[in-house]
């Protein structure tokens, strides 16, 4: 203390640049003709990257929420000065929701055959098509009763993402403890919603994909990823943010704790991610192992890259002090991990859905840059609606001064 | 080692101690080492203190417990004493996973613990170094090297930073 340069906090608008803009609207495009080729080649493959590319941004968006959410209850004041980016990715739920609404629909018109369980006569024991083990979860793995859960859960997580966006802003205006302790105690609130509606949304929307299989550990592996994401990409828009001339108030302080998020939470995801594969490996349940045997059978070769590309490489690259601190190794880092859950989510879902042969091409690349475009064009909007600087943010001047030795 | 004599001021605050020590660095004059209760906020940046390198003995340590809880158990299971746990092949890798985790944590922990305590003069039976005992509870006190000090000029600067005594004692430190 004491020994900090003044740093002037004031407001700043963010202005979206025009090519920022346009290099959405290319992305859009790139995504509007994959859809195409993929719904004129294969429907399948189509749907099946709908869902991974809905799944993977719903889940960036909802971690936006989360952030905030555990920052508020922490009492946290390293993280107020870049809040708003958060709270803007958090803006584009409604997007997803579109998208899984679409999903819905598609079950419903029996458009594609993504989930199983929802074939016509599984759970009748007098019908051909008839599956025992299926048969045993329709209690809960049956239409109107998942319709019924997901809408249930897309509007809490709406309501609750909007209130403390909204209480956010007001602060802004008013200043003040009041916003804060009141997004203090929505945020607790928030916490355990999330943990059971996340938990449901995983097995709704991506475990039901294997009918048999289930894994009790399945969504905190699902957060473990998103968590990571969301994480790199707030810490991208910030490098982004702060190369365009905004945010002169992240130092490589904040940079650092970023880092060790990303660093920390990779590790954490592969403890999940052996959590779940050691026990069925020593088990050698057969309706358990089919899981990773599918995978290990016709994805090996993406198999050993996610561990080396979520684990390996940012365990090694993101280790020194110094590496958290630069930069380029931080866009790198990032932009491999954002790629690298990419594919994790890649392997969770194509085998259930497109099978042996899916592989990586146009559909696959151009779906997922689509999703990226419509996902930034939404997150850079919602950030030139307020302020970048949370000025009057009761903990802004404690996130000026924050430092990490 | 053998006792030098030093010039050593002594505070009573943590404030005026910091003050004096960036005027003596800034006059040029080498500083030994600064003694204090507890840890003082920009004292070692005051210092000049480079950062530590403890960091890179951890990562060697890591490596060391990594290669060893790998070898220890690929040299049990597969050719010591292999055995036929449900069916899986004798050198199965993701069951050394854990062990490999926690003996490479074990062996970093306690040899950054070791590394630290041999580094800094902190094994049990050495003698505690400092000026004065009192610094232990609350009192700062900074020690220069008297060949490379003027007494009279350090007296004097110390002094004006408030401090309560400075002397010249032959200690060792």
């Known amino acids: ?217 399945f969504w905190v592996y699902h957060f473990a990823a998103a968590w990571v994401t969301a994480i790199s990409i707030i810490a991208l828009t910030v490098i982004y943010l702060r190369r365009a001339g905004y945010l002169s108030i992240v130092s490589e302080h904040h940079m650092h704790d970023l880092g060790k998020f990303m660093f920390a939470f990779s590790i954490f995801w592969t403890y999940i991610w052996l959590s779940q594969f050691l026990l069925i490996f020593y088990a050698n349940i057969p309706e358990e192992s089919i899981y990773y045997q599918e995978r290990f059978e016709h994805f090996k070769l993406l198999f050993w890259i996610n561990l080396v590309i979520n684990f390996v490489v940012p365990f090694l690259l993101f280790m020194t002090r110094g590496s958290k601190r630069n930069e380029s190794m931080m866009i790198l880092v990032g932009v491999l991990l954002i790629i690298g859950k990419w594919i994790d989510l890649y392997i969770g879902i194509m085998p259930g859905t497109v099978g042996s042969h899916a592989h990586i091409g146009f559909v696959e690349i151009g779906m997922f840059l689509g999703f990226l475009g419509l996902f930034t064009f939404v997150f850079t909007r919602s950030l030139t609606k307020a302020s970048l600087v949370p000025t009057k943010h009761p903990y802004i001047k404690e996130f000026v001064t924050h430092e990490v030795l | 080692m053998s006792s030098q004599k030093y010039i050593i001021g002594t505070f009573n605050d943590e404030e005026p101690l910091l003050e004096a020590v960036k005027e003596v660095r800034a006059a040029g004059t080498p500083i030994h080492e600064c003694y204090t209760p507890f840890p003082v906020h920009g004292l070692d940046e005051a210092l000049g203190y480079r950062r530590s390198r403890l960091p890179r003995a951890a990562f060697m340590f890591g490596v060391l417990g990594f290669s060893l809880a790998l070898f220890m158990q690929a040299w049990m299971l597969g050719y010591d004493w292999p055995m036929n746990i449900g069916g899986k092949p004798a050198l199965a890798w993701p069951d050394f996973v854990p062990v490999t985790f926690e003996l490479t944590v074990l062996i970093t922990a306690l040899g950054m613990v070791g590394t630290y305590l041999v580094a800094s003069g902190f094994l049990p039976g050495n003698e505690a170094k400092m000026p004065d005992i009192r610094c232990t509870s609350h009192v700062f006190c900074i020690a220069i090297p008297s060949n490379t000090a003027d007494y009279d000029k350090i007296h004097a600067l110390l002094m004006r930073h408030g401090a309560d005594e400075v002397e010249e004692r032959e200690i060792e430190l």
């Open chain 1, 1 to 217: 203390m004491g020994h900090h340069h003044e740093v002037a906090v004031h407001e700043e608008k963010f202005v979206v640049p025009a090519r920022l803009r346009n290099i959405t609207f290319g992305l859009m495009g790139i995504g509007l003709v994959a859809i195409v080729v993929g719904l004129m080649t294969d429907s399948h493959r189509f749907w099946a990257n709908f869902l991974l590319n809905n799944w993977y941004f719903l889940g960036v968006a909802l971690m936006g929420t989360l952030f905030l959410a555990t920052q508020s209850v922490s009492n946290a004041g390293w993280s107020a000065g870049f809040k708003r980016i958060p709270e803007a990715m958090a803006t584009y739920l409604p997007y997803a929701f579109a998208g899984f609404a679409i999903i819905i629909l598609s079950v419903l018109m029996h458009w594609n055959h993504t989930y199983h369980w929802t074939h016509e006569g599984i759970a009748d024991p007098t019908s051909p098509d008839f599956d025992e083990i299926i048969a045993e979860k329709v209690a809960y793995l049956n239409l109107p009763f998942m319709i019924g859960r997901v809408v249930v859960i897309f509007t809490l997580w709406y309501l609750f993402s909007r209130v403390m966006r909204r209480n956010s802003l007001a602060e802004d205006l008013q200043g003040g403890f009041k916003m804060l302790k009141r997004n203090k105690t929505i945020s607790a609130i928030f916490l355990p919603v999330f943990a059971v509606s996340w938990a449901m949304a995983c097995w709704d929307f991506i475990m039901s994909i294997d009918t048999h299989w289930y894994s009790t550990i």
